[in-house]
């Protein structure tokens, strides 16, 4: 297998996640996302996925070379695949309680806050961090609410999750707009608990071979 994707990109991130904790290896191929307008828009990566984002995941089925985009699509394949450790779970309810969760992220707040739509807010004049501020405050409100009460030593339960894969990176992102993240003490705690273990760790953007960290 073979990960193309960047540092700091916070889907790229998830992926690194779900790869980890299902002890896979793989090849790793930057495609930095700001240097020379951006080495996702070339000619070259729009043959992966034509959108012209990361991550990509290449990966060989029935004998040819396969290229996987979007985060939670290569996520819920890799759990069909190589279905042990699970991050999903197998109570349907609970299934669904975890893919509700991931979606706050990956379907509200993220969207609201890449580069592309920062790039578009600054260009009609708007404060790119304070509208990032705000998606991110509005979603985290909303998954603090439906966690609180429910949460084990994860989102869902006491085993890390997809819900789980998909809050650290934007806790992450969170804290890089300078969001107050005091009124969430559910999901700090969660964060805690994942950070303690050796695939979240070994995901973090500052030990990626193509980090920049300042």
């Not at 890449?114 to 600054?122: G, H």
Request: hydrophobic share 40%; with cysteine; net charge neutral.
């Amino acid at each position: 297998m073979k990960l193309y994707g960047y540092w700091r990109s916070s889907a790229t991130w998830r992926v690194r996640i779900g790869l980890n904790l299902k002890g896979l290896a793989y090849d790793y191929q930057s495609v930095h996302l700001v240097k020379d307008g951006g080495e996702q828009k070339t000619d070259t990566h729009r043959a992966r996925n034509p959108l012209g984002q990361v991550p990509v995941l290449e990966v060989e089925a029935d004998g040819k070379r396969v290229h996987l985009s979007q985060s939670l699509a290569i996520l819920q394949w890799l759990d069909e695949v190589y279905p042990t450790p699970a991050i999903l779970p197998a109570d349907a309810i609970a299934r669904a309680r975890v893919r509700q969760l991931s979606e706050v992220v990956n379907a509200w707040i993220q969207p609201l806050q890449n580069l592309d739509t920062l790039a578009r807010v600054a260009a009609l004049g708007g404060d790119r961090n304070a509208w990032a501020r705000s998606a991110i405050h509005d979603g985290l409100t909303a998954l603090e609410a439906t966690v609180r009460d429910t949460a084990g030593t994860f989102l869902v339960g006491d085993s890390p999750t997809l819900a789980d894969i998909c809050l650290v990176p934007q806790l992450y992102n969170a804290r890089r707009y300078g969001a107050d993240l005091t009124p969430f003490p559910t999901l700090l705690r969660v964060e805690a608990a994942c950070n303690a273990l050796p695939a979240f760790q070994a995901a973090h953007p500052d030990v990626q071979p193509d980090a920049t960290p300042t």
